[in-house]
């Protein structure tokens, strides 16, 4: 530990994978589920990150996420395949189903695999950054939880769910898109119940449909907006982007989908009723080379890349970033200060320590 | 004419492809163009239909898009092309490289086809209900000339970039989405300067930067902002898929981008330089019996559409709508009354016609 907030990386994900192995995960699973993890932490998305350690638990600890999934592949082309995840880990199922996705677009140019029954996965980012090293463009979706109404809805009726896709550069850094498509992420509403702070207009609804700005009347049975946020600014919008990647992991790969996805945490109710096995996700990788030659591809990217950090800046900004920037100096940052976690996260993973004999300080 | 204001549909197709004709294009393609075109006045999207004619007109006549386009494929695999379209109407080139890539999701599950050299291909939602009748998932996308910022930028950098995906119901329509990425439409913008009102806060900036609600700021030098509009509502989500779309047709099939993008009328300036040829498309098609049975798929999307149609409406609204529903309706409408017209559009038309000596009215 450098400092009372601050944790080494590496100590971070040992002790992941030893409490995913201390119910069952095998050992090389468990790696992979770390890496994700604790590379959520290093660039900075700290709600995807250790911070969700103690609500994997609770799911692996009562038999509600299977530890030693028996993944199958339940359809399949030249292009694409279906898979089962068996309930597993999305952490550890995710990355199968990439790397199917990726082997499919060696031989024929693309490859996309649809996922049913499986869980949480993590940072959307880091699939994409694995095509990445493949000289593919990677694309990953899921649905999760119902936390978001469609424009000109009064209660949840789909996730936050993110789409990334991300593009490499010769001598730049990738371009790296990863965003969920509601107008503001969950986390910043929790922040601001935890610092008695109000929220914007335009983020949430509360649980009779009424725009608020108290977060606690959005967390008490109310709702985020769409991206765009009301049919002015184009929340139809927002709404269209979260129903796309909700009908691309949901019905077509068998997944529950909209509010019949399940929670991702025991203290959530059931959703109603069941209309497929788990939560879903989506893979997509291209060949850059089944395209266009993949150094021109790339000259042309460092190209775009310089041009649009040369926009002329608004009046009180540096100007424009590219996608991905925000967490490529996040990581930057903390690989050399490790990683701050918030006095909670650090209670929930002694928590998780004491429950399971796994050492944390 | 049912009415001074209101066309014939299959009058206004005529005339759209004897005009094309006229340029030299060959009857098969002066069709297919006319389809287009005047299924987006149908489908109630005025700003992509006939109201476009003059604009194409003006660019055939001065050489400046290709009647006879010799349409190669640069590069080939089994689930993807790169197809050059020799400066080619988009209106004509955008159906022959979309079937491309339902050709080969019949073979292998998906098809990915990249097009450059081309130009404007009029509403991204034709491209999806193609593949509909084809039990496919469709996408299409088209990158446009320059008119929105990037979050924190203060210039033009990006076109309006649509991007369009449509699901098959079974016993409902189908899903069909298409949007494009700013925070309004153009449209809206300049229907405000005819109409001599201000335009919403959070649209557009005038040519400093500055956010401005005078719909004239932004048409003089000004720009439309991203979809989310600013940092607290997800501005770099709707900039972070603008780049998206500009990046799958510009960059990887050799196209423009950004701000290079060729403009659609004379009227615009050059780009400063060139880095690609035309515009660029992409296109996208998914067997749906690839991933699962697509009756089953089918049964899904009936559910999930009945499910959103009953999602509890927000205080003052009649509910959610499902995406392609404004456009469905206004087709049945416009079935039964014809196509409306704005003077200002006959005016155009008439100017068509006596500049090619294709009767109109």
Redesign the interface.
């Given at each position: 530990m450098l400092d009372p907030h601050f944790f080494i990386l590496e100590r971070l994900h040992e002790f992941a994978s030893s409490v995913f192995q201390h119910f069952g995960v095998p050992v090389q699973d468990a790696e992979q589920a770390a890496d994700i993890l604790v590379l959520s932490d290093l660039r900075g998305i700290d709600s995807h990150g250790i911070a969700r350690l103690r609500s994997y638990v609770s799911m692996l600890s009562v038999g509600r996420i299977n530890p030693q999934p028996n993944i199958t592949i339940v359809?399949e082309?030249?292009?694409?395949a279906?898979v089962d995840a068996d309930n597993g880990l999305g952490l550890v199922v995710g990355p199968k189903a990439n790397s199917m996705a990726m082997d499919k677009a060696d031989?024929?140019?693309?490859g996309?695999v649809?996922v049913k029954n499986t869980n949480h996965f993590g940072i959307a980012g880091w699939y994409v950054l694995e095509a990445l090293k493949r000289d593919m463009?990677g694309w990953a979706m899921t649905n999760t939880t119902r936390i978001v109404?469609?424009?000109?809805?009064?209660?949840r009726?789909l996730g936050t769910n993110p789409i990334a896709?991300a593009?490499p550069g010769f001598e730049e850094p990738p371009?790296v898109?990863d965003?969920?498509?509601?107008?503001?992420a969950f986390g910043k509403i929790e922040m601001a119940i935890r610092t008695d702070n109000s929220i914007?207009a335009?983020?949430a609804?509360d649980r009779?449909?009424?725009p608020t700005t108290d977060p606690k009347t959005m967390t008490d049975g109310g709702a985020i907006l769409p991206?765009?946020?009301d049919r002015?600014?184009?929340g139809?919008?927002?709404?269209?982007?979260g129903?796309?990647v909700?009908?691309?992991c949901?019905?077509?790969?068998?997944a529950n989908?909209?509010?019949f996805t399940p929670p991702f945490t025991l203290e959530h109710a059931e959703p109603s009723r069941r209309?497929?096995q788990g939560i879903g996700h989506f893979f997509g990788a291209?060949?850059?080379e089944?395209?266009?030659d993949s150094t021109?591809?790339k000259h042309?990217?460092d190209?775009?890349i310089r041009?649009?950090r040369a926009?002329?800046?608004?009046?009180g900004?540096?100007?424009?970033?590219i996608?991905g920037d925000p967490e490529r100096l996040a990581e930057a940052e903390r690989r050399q200060t490790g990683i701050p976690l918030v006095p909670a996260v650090v209670e929930d993973l002694r928590f998780v320590a004491k429950q399971t004999g796994v050492p944390f300080e």
């Open positions: 359809r082309s030249l292009s694409t279906t031989h024929v140019g693309t996309w649809a463009i109404t469609p424009l000109w809805g009064a209660e009726m896709i593009f371009i898109i965003m969920a498509t509601p107008a503001a914007p335009g983020w609804i009779n449909g009424h991206l765009g946020t002015d600014h184009g139809h919008k927002g709404y269209c982007l129903a796309m909700d009908l691309l949901g019905p077509l790969s068998g989908w909209g509010p209309v497929g291209m060949k850059i089944a395209f266009i021109e591809f042309q990217i190209d775009w041009t649009f926009t002329k800046p608004a009046p900004t540096t100007g424009p970033l996608p």
